[in-house]
Nanobody, 114 residues
Framework: VQLQASGGGLVQTGGSLRLSCAASEISYTNQRMAWYRQPPGKQRDFLASIRSDGRIAYADSVKGRFTISRDRAKNTVYLQMDNLKPEDTAVYYC?????????WGQGTLVTVSS
């Protein structure tokens, strides 16, 4: 699956951004689409996922502030990010897992100023 993330940028503390991940396909079976982020100098961490059957999961660090959703007609997964904090500054990546395939997009930078 080819993935193209977009929507990053500079935002002030407390602001919102919506990231988009355009996928070459979003399957109706056995696919997990997810968002991760990697702050400068740190490891890449899981944020949120949505499975083909609609099950959604969030990391505790973003629960209540971030919302994952998808539009099958547009083959796009979104990450709505509200009440952003400086510690949310990172490169955000979308991911697709299906069977043995684990694909990553190129990342989009989010910078939250204090």
């Amino acid at each position: 699956v080819q993935l193209q993330a977009s929507g990053g940028g500079l935002v002030q503390t407390g602001g919102s951004l919506r990231l988009s991940c355009a996928a070459s396909e979003i399957s109706y079976t056995n696919q997990r689409m997810a968002w991760y982020r990697q702050p400068p100098g740190k490891q890449r961490d899981f944020l949120a996922s949505i499975r083909s059957d609609g099950r959604i999961a969030y990391a505790d660090s973003v629960k209540g502030r971030f919302t994952i959703s998808r539009d099958r007609a547009k083959n796009t997964v979104y990450l709505q990010m509200d009440n952003l904090k400086p510690e949310d500054t990172a490169v955000y990546y979308c991911n697709s897992q299906r069977g043995p395939y684990n694909d990553w997009g190129q990342g989009t930078l989010v910078t939250v100023s204090s």
